[in-house]
């Protein structure tokens, strides 16, 4: 089992620029989460995906981010255009019953806005 | 809006001690609570979930309990070891509403040889 694989595992770029961060969740899962986690805000959940659908993105900051879930299996996290407060450690998650299992996380993409 | 806390934010003992990580949530209509250890650099590894209608789990030197109607959870560290330093975080999966993982800010541990 290869885990839920994230990249790229760091981005540094200049404000104002496109982010797009990947996630190839685990074979067979069909709940995916993204989350950023901040010194200041801890692990906050932006979205996440039942069987490639949106299901709640209440937690998406701004109208800037825009995440897509074409298959099961693969998503992307979209930042247009990025902000330095931007700047995170974006992790995304999977499992494969919502409420029974726990989630599965990738090593995370640490973003650095400048 | 569920909140979670935990405390302490830091501990540090000497090896070969047994430690008790406390959590606490604000709303009791969960599905589960959840442990996990963060890595410096890492994602999270998943290490003890509890279900509402249950009372702890174990694993190995870990054990977690479950005081649903007091909103509160411990995590028991038997033995401790050098690698288990660590930040543990607690999460719980709200039932209703909003149903998502609401993460503490973890705490970070130190096991000292």
């Known amino acids: 089992d290869a885990g839920v694989i994230q990249s790229p595992r760091h981005e540094v770029t200049e404000m104002g620029q496109e982010v797009t961060l990947r996630c190839k969740p685990i074979?067979?899962?069909?709940?995916l989460f993204w989350y950023r986690q901040t010194m200041m805000r801890g692990l906050e959940l932006l979205i996440y995906f039942n069987n490639n659908v949106p299901i709640d993105d209440s937690g998406m900051p701004e109208d800037r981010f825009s995440a897509k879930m074409p298959n099961a299996s693969f998503s992307t996290l979209k930042i247009q255009p990025s902000e330095p407060r931007d700047s995170a450690v974006y992790f995304c998650a999977s499992t494969d019953n919502y409420s029974n299992q726990p989630q599965h996380f990738g090593d995370g993409t640490r973003l650095s806005i400048l | 809006k569920q909140e979670v806390t935990q405390i302490p934010a830091a501990l540090s003992v000497p090896e070969g001690e047994n430690l008790v990580l406390n959590c606490s949530f604000t709303d009791s209509a969960i599905y589960n609570l959840q442990w996990f250890r963060q890595d410096p650099g890492k994602g999270l590894t998943s290490l003890l979930l509890?279900?509402?209608?249950?009372r702890e789990q174990t694993s190995g030197r870990l054990n977690a309990s479950l005081d649903k109607s007091s909103g509160r959870s411990t995590l028991y560290i038997a033995a401790s070891q050098p690698g288990d330093s660590a930040t543990y975080l607690c999460?719980?999966?709200?039932?209703?509403?909003?149903?998502?993982?609401?993460f503490g800010k973890g705490t970070k541990l130190t096991v000292n040889p």
């Open positions: 074979s067979g899962h069909n709940s």
């Open positions: 999460a719980v999966l709200s039932r209703g509403g909003s149903e998502k993982l609401v």
């Open positions: 509890i279900q509402s209608s249950q």
